[in-house]
């Protein structure tokens, strides 16, 4: 029903407890398939992938969505995945999160995307509340929206997307699912990774 897209590049500390609490907490019945795209990060990043049984695909993939767009061409065709997300690598899952994302797709049909909530000044998270904001570390978005409003939009910013969303008749939602930002939580390891994001800045070159 769902396909969950993975973009990582480097910050393998994060990337590897992302990865693992999306394991530990993910509905495979629900979620039915994942792909990593890591953008050349290097051998430990490949071994780490590896061990962790994860389907994954190694090469050139600049720009925020660079993955994403290109995991789109792998699931067009395929009408048992419904909606499409995208789970950036500095993401901490604590409880089991896509069951409540499905209940909200559920009760209201014109919701078009679903991210997780904002945090505020002291690290917790918002309650469901609509919002026209598309960005944070973890959204869902209808397929039906998903390809029209991506496919050749290679570089574009959530923003983009979300105002697409809205532009298409439907809603953006943000919703608290148990998503905490790793960034938060190792704030040694982001001052680490610091100018280092999920995945290279597009130069336009």
């Known amino acids: 029903m769902i396909a969950i897209v993975i973009p990582t590049w480097h910050r393998i500390e994060f990337t590897e407890i992302c990865l693992k609490s999306f394991i530990k ?8 398939k994942v792909k ?3 953008n050349n990060s290097g051998v430990e990043m490949k071994d780490l992938l590896e ?6 695909e190694v090469g050139e993939f600049n720009g925020a969505w660079a993955g994403f767009n290109k995991f789109l061409g792998e699931v067009n065709n395929d009408k048992s995945i419904k909606y499409i997300g995208k789970v950036d690598n500095d993401v901490y899952f604590t409880k089991p999160w896509i069951e409540p994302i499905i209940d909200e797709f559920n009760k209201d049909e014109t919701i078009g995307s679903i991210r997780y909530g904002w945090s505020n000044s002291k690290g917790k998270t918002s309650p469901f509340t609509k919002n026209r904001g598309f960005n944070g570390g973890l959204k869902i978005i209808k397929k039906q929206l998903a390809i029209p409003i991506l496919e050749d939009q290679r570089y574009t910013g959530s923003n983009g997307i979300s105002n697409n969303v809205i532009n298409q008749g439907f809603t953006t939602s943000s919703m608290e699912v148990g998503v905490h930002m790793l ?3 190792y704030p040694d390891l982001e001052s680490k990774y610091k100018g280092m994001g999920i995945q290279r800045p597009n130069t336009g070159s």
């Open 25 to 32: 907490y993910t509905n495979f019945d629900i979620v039915t």
């Open 36 to 38: 990593v795209f890591d």
């Open 51 to 56: 061990s962790l049984d994860v389907d994954y």
């Open 183 to 185: 960034d938060l939580l």
